[in-house]
């Protein structure tokens, strides 16, 4: 029986640090290669940078949310803030642990000396001078907060010199690693010698000032990153975004992040000159941003992963959209090289019968293949209509700079509404009328990028059924109207499943068919993956399935609010974690159905955001193959008891006895071994 006050939900925040808790764990492994367990310091320090851009705030700024933001949350988040600090200084200590007593001499055996918090060798110190002066010095910013007011840009790193002089006063030298590599590299003999441009900076300081500073030490500000729009705004949504962009360096200080062992005069003095008192205030290592980890200027192949190969497609026919138009393709990137991505966008730009192309794009690579294959579609005279989200995060600026390169090539843009993003990663190929097939799509749980799609699992189905084809007609004609973003008409989707009209509805009637079955005493069972977890409903309906004996697996990588294993709630529901070499990122829903299971894979987490606030697709498997290739996958990942740990009812991580099983590593064996080319179907 469910004891009366045992809570029913974990805190987000509080889920999500035992999430970053757990890249840091990878990092821990001596049997992770060492490059790469540097690469997990860095995702660690990247996912944290974040958090304190974009939750920090929320807990920080209680008084300026809106009264209807406040109510259900006024009494926890005191409490939440308190917690999150312990934990991440908790988590920050061990980072420290991890590098400088295991990664750093571990390196030393490989003989690659990284210079930490020590003098400059003085084989290399010509070579490191030199370079201050070649490179170093044309990037520099001397700054004298003193005298005029100055506003540190968010996570830009500064080294403080204080001289203790009346005149003199505080002096700030930017670290301009935004504009050159974070980490100098030489090599003596067999010894690879990296040194930060930090200390080489540092080590010139002669040069810069012409007193000796009596304390020198490197800091850095963190500032809230949400773009601040207001319900009532009106205006060019791209043109607002560009000016907010640039504020958004200069917003809201959530953290002041500075050496340890600086006076507290010096430090109370650079914070009332920063305007800084009302940020957080915290003693880190001698250096920060340790995310440029993954610009390591050393490439040892055999202190990496160990390359594995992709799985390649065989055709059965001339081309891509012909095999498309036989049977339904599914792709299992990075397992599966992502060229047929590529191809579908390239093929459109040439095959005669396509007349017209639609797509969203939600992050867009650098330099984006498929971006470039749609300019070309519009200058060889298709119709082509890219839907760009203007309010992906930290990806805005790029996204911003294609869609104008675009516009110019004829491409006609529709930008996301300011109160709904679209998150869907959907694009569909209508051909000539008369033609047999008159349409064929792509549908993913990943976004349309060929750099992210070498690190993230994901899915994408390729298919020409007219069930698909005619609902995402429907859904792209929604999109493309006035009415996108003000109204939700009753739009008949029973195919589809789209957040704002039938996602979230649909989601709740699977939950209650398997309830069903099982206070009828049949066989029930659910299997969901997420990336995050959150959205109440949901949850609760998980609850009520658990208390009627439906057997629930959970595979969650990120924020997960559910409390499994409760007596009396949630009994029969397990939570597993995996963090390996590839960022698990796939959404996949499995209901049981009594054996005739119901698949659906889509971009949409279980969260708030993606259920009330964003244009989402999930798209059902249909196929009997297809779907056992699904549960295949999932069957190994429930399996993991290598990468994975089993989450708890308060959201920390439990170590699984030793095991064999590492399901990233067996599902790349099964890909090549069982359906490289059953993905054809």
Request: charged share 25%.
């Amino acid at each position: 029986m469910l004891k009366k006050r045992e809570k029913l939900l974990n805190s987000r925040d509080i889920s999500w640090l035992s999430f970053n808790g757990r890249v840091l764990e990878e990092a821990a492994k001596d049997e992770v290669p060492l490059l790469e367990r540097l690469k997990f310091l860095a995702i660690y320090s990247s996912n944290l940078d974040e958090f304190y851009r974009v939750r920090i705030p929320v807990l920080m700024a209680l008084k300026e949310l809106k009264k209807r933001a406040i109510a259900s949350q006024k009494l926890i988040k005191k409490g939440i803030l308190k917690k999150t600090k312990k934990i991440i200084e908790t988590q920050q200590a061990y980072f420290g642990s991890i590098l400088k007593q295991h990664i750093i001499p571990d390196l030393k055996n490989k003989n690659i000396h990284l210079v930490y918090n020590e003098d400059i060798p003085d084989c290399i110190k010509k070579k490191t001078d030199r370079f201050f002066f070649d490179t170093i010095a044309a990037f520099l910013e001397i700054i004298h907060p003193e005298q005029k007011a100055f506003s540190p840009k968010n996570n830009q790193l500064y080294l403080a010199a204080d001289f203790g002089d009346a005149n003199k006063g505080l002096a700030l030298v930017s670290i301009p690693s935004d504009e050159i590599p974070r980490f100098f590299h030489t090599q003596i003999e067999n010894t690879h010698y990296v040194v930060l441009i930090d200390d080489i900076i540092r080590a010139n300081l002669k040069y810069i000032f012409t007193q000796i500073p009596q304390c020198v030490f490197s800091f850095k500000v963190t500032r809230d990153a949400e773009l601040d729009l207001q319900d009532e705004f009106n205006g060019d949504l791209a043109n607002e975004i560009e000016k907010l962009l640039v504020l958004r360096d200069y917003g809201l200080a959530t953290r002041f992040l500075y050496a340890p062992g600086v006076p507290q005069p010096t430090l109370n003095h650079l914070i009332r000159c920063l305007q800084l008192e009302h940020a957080n205030h915290i003693e880190g290592g001698v250096y920060h941003n340790l995310k440029d980890f993954f610009a390591f200027p050393i490439r040892d192949q055999q202190l990496q992963y160990a390359k594995l190969p992709v799985a390649e497609i065989t055709y059965q026919h001339a081309s891509l959209f012909e095999e498309i138009k036989h049977r339904d393709l599914l792709l299992h990137t990075p397992y599966h090289s992502y060229d047929p991505i590529l191809r579908f966008f390239n093929e459109a730009v040439l095959n005669p019968e396509v007349e017209e192309i639609f797509i969203t794009l939600y992050r867009v690579a650098t330099n984006s293949q498929i971006v470039h294959a749609l300019i070309s579609a519009a200058k060889n005279g298709k119709r082509v209509t890219v839907f760009v989200e203007l309010k992906a995060r930290f990806d805005e600026a790029n996204n911003i700079k294609w869609a104008k390169r675009m516009e110019n090539a004829g491409i006609r843009i529709i930008y996301s509404d300011q109160k709904l993003k679209v998150h869907a990663k959907i694009s569909l190929v209508k051909l000539r009328a008369n033609a047999p097939v008159n349409a064929v799509a792509l549908l993913s749980t990943g976004n349309f990028n060929e750099n992210t799609a070498k690190t993230y699992t994901d899915h994408s189905l390729f298919t020409s059924s007219s069930f698909i084809t005619g609902e995402l007609d429907l859904l792209f004609t929604y999109l493309s109207s006035t009415s996108f973003g003000k109204e939700y008409p009753a739009l008949p989707f029973q195919h589809l499943l789209v957040a704002k009209f039938n996602l979230l509805p649909t989601f709740l009637h699977h939950i209650n068919n398997e309830i069903n079955r099982a206070l009828n005493g049949e066989e029930a069972a659910i299997i969901i993956k997420l990336n995050n977890l959150e959205e109440e409903k949901l949850i609760h309906k998980l609850y009520e399935a658990s208390q009627a004996g439906v057997k629930i697996h959970l595979i969650v990588r990120s924020i997960c609010r559910i409390r499994p294993g409760i007596p009396g709630l949630s009994e029969n529901i397990r939570v597993v974690r995996i963090v390996d070499r590839y960022l698990e990122h796939g959404r996949i829903f499995v209901f049981h159905n009594s054996g005739n299971e119901r698949v659906f894979l889509g971009s949409s987490d279980w969260m708030d955001r993606n259920i009330y606030r964003r244009i989402e697709v999930c798209f059902p498997i249909y196929n009997e193959e297809l779907k056992q290739q699904i549960k295949q996958m999932l069957t190994l990942q429930l399996q993991d008891d290598i990468a994975a740990v089993q989450l708890d009812k308060n959201a920390q991580n439990v170590e699984l006895a030793e095991g064999t099983t590492r399901s990233q590593e067996e599902i790349h064996k099964l890909i090549h071994a069982s359906f490289r080319d059953l993905m054809y179907q």
